[in-house]
């Protein structure tokens, strides 16, 4: 293995480039990243507690110097009419997005991996000299789309619209906010991920978003009105945009992981909602499983068979309980007709992944309100 050609310079393409490039110092590494090195979307990057322990065992040093960056707390906050209720033990950690890539940049650069940024790419044919390809490039993947029949690629679109917005409100945990309005039901998914800075994402039916006027309006109307719908937890903070555009939440499968000289990874490969706080994870797991693979086999097409035999048994795992929090969501509206406390149960239950003797020993302050609540409706 001589040359290594990486398409997207996300956390899956960075930290695969990385790890490759420190694996077999040797291997000429080019990645090409269509955005200038410091452009990216969205705002803060969320993960559950421990959702990283894996990159400590693996990379130590990276590990550190993520961590230091993240915003911690214990516990999730569901508002549900106008009632908040805590379930505790249940922690996050969070970091600007931006951030998180000028760490992996600033481990990449020091391997010596060629990178082009501001280079977008036409075709798959003018890095088919490779030895291998890696398409770590996003949802509308190029290097996909070049094979994407023999993939067996499969994009589905959620019912849901949402939009990512951040604000400088401060919000102390993991919030998320249920609210009747007068279009319908709408959410707020916001946590901070600076001191002083919030991801504020708003997701709302279908049918909800249609009355709202918001698919003849720009992306400035639909702050203003989220601005509006969520004031008491805004506090008078505006909201800000960054292609704060409203969209349906695209799951992607794919039947092949590889094709001849071919991988995907990332979002390239598999999408996890953001409700449950993966994407990120799978994307850095993706890049250590490949690399296992390739120092563990000489021929590149075995590395490929080794990685997605190994990998996706975890990540078809993950990706159903995403499935069904995303069905959940697309629920709300029903779900919303029950009391605070049967609504929190039934929202931390949403991917079939806790049990209530987990509940009970991971956050035994919300299972004993639980059960106060379900006795006294009981009488």
């Not at 009419?81 to 760490?103: K, M, N, P, Q, W």
């Not at 249920?178 to 001191?195: I, L, M, Q």
């Not at 969209?247 to 409700?275: C, E, Y």
């Not at 949403?350 to 302050?365: E, I, K, N, Q």
């Amino acid at each position: 293995m001589r040359n290594v050609m990486v398409v997207g310079g996300g956390p899956a393409g960075l930290y695969f480039s990385c790890l490759l490039k420190r694996a077999f110092p040797a291997v000429n590494v080019r990645l090409y990243e269509q955005n200038p090195a410091n452009a990216t979307y969205g705002f803060g990057v969320v993960f559950s507690e421990r959702a990283l322990d894996f990159l400590r065992e693996d990379d130590a040093e990276t590990h550190a110097l993520i961590t230091a960056a993240m915003e911690s707390w214990q516990d999730l906050n569901v508002i549900h009419r106008g009632e908040r209720v805590c379930i505790d033990g249940i922690g996050f950690s969070a970091l600007d997005r931006l951030e998180l890539l000028r760490l992996l940049q600033l481990r990449l650069h020091a391997t010596g991996v060629d990178v082009s940024y501001g280079t977008a790419l036409d075709s798959v044919d003018q890095i088919s000299d490779a030895e291998l390809i890696v398409g770590a490039d996003g949802v509308n993947s190029l290097v996909r789309q070049a094979s994407e029949s023999t993939f067996g690629t499969r994009i589905e679109r959620g019912r849901n619209r949402f939009a990512w917005f951040g604000t400088t409100q401060r919000f102390d945990a993991l919030t998320q906010t249920f609210r009747h309005t007068e279009y319908g039901a709408v959410t707020a998914h916001h946590y901070r991920y600076r001191p002083h800075m919030s991801t504020f994402i708003v997701e709302m039916p279908e049918t909800v978003w249609q009355r709202t006027g918001l698919a003849e309006h720009d992306e400035q109307a639909g702050r203003a009105l989220c601005e509006t719908l969520f004031a008491p937890e805004l506090e008078g903070h505006p909201l800000i945009c960054n292609r704060s555009i409203w969209r349906r939440f695209p799951r992607v499968r794919n039947g092949r992981w590889s094709v001849a000289n071919t991988v995907l990874l990332g979002d390239a490969l598999h999408t996890a909602h953001f409700s449950i706080g993966s994407g990120t994870r799978l994307a850095l797991e993706d890049a250590i499983a490949l690399v296992r693979a390739l120092k563990a086999q000489t021929e590149i097409a075995d590395a490929l068979a080794e990685f997605e035999a190994t990998r996706r048994p975890v990540v078809e795992k993950l990706v159903a309980a995403s499935d069904a929090s995303l069905v959940w969501y697309e629920q709300m509206e029903e779900h919303m007709r029950l009391a605070p406390y049967d609504f929190a149960y039934s929202y931390i239950n949403r991917s079939a992944r806790v049990s209530d003797r987990t509940l009970t020993s991971t956050s035994p302050a919300f299972m004993d309100g639980y059960r106060s609540h379900r006795a006294e409706a009981a009488e």
